[in-house]
């Protein structure tokens, strides 16, 4: 069983920056991939930025350049640093993982205002 826990959302203007963090629990964590996700309302659960168990990263074309997913593993802790913010990041962003399962953590709420 795997638990994640999300945490850092909240208000932003345009243009500042915030990091989100998401603690997991269990001992799979360094073996496995992460991903952030988000979703806005009214539309689809879209995938942000993964990270591999080696720390290789790929990102959606909307964020290349403007966020930065990174991994301790001694934490079992995964960030998303997200800059230059746009009012068209605001969604509830999602921390996952997936073994046979896919897990997901309940959510964090960023807002950016424009």
């Known amino acids: 069983q795997v638990q994640l826990v999300e945490s850092g959302g909240g208000l932003v203007q345009a243009g500042g920056s915030l990091r989100l963090s998401c603690a997991a629990s269990g001992s799979i964590f360094r073996f496995n991939a992460m991903d952030w996700y988000r979703q806005a309302p009214g539309k689809q659960r879209e995938l942000v930025a993964t990270?591999?168990?080696?720390?290789?990263?790929d990102y959606a074309d909307s964020v290349k350049g403007r966020f930065t997913i990174s991994r301790d593993n001694a934490k079992n802790t995964v960030y998303l640093q997200m800059s230059s913010l746009k009012p068209e990041d605001t969604a509830v962003y999602y921390c996952?993982?997936?073994?046979?399962?896919?897990?997901w953590g309940q959510g964090t709420q960023v807002t950016v205002s424009s």
């Open positions: 996952s993982t997936q073994t046979r399962l896919r897990y």
């Open positions: 990270i591999t168990s080696n720390g290789g990263t």
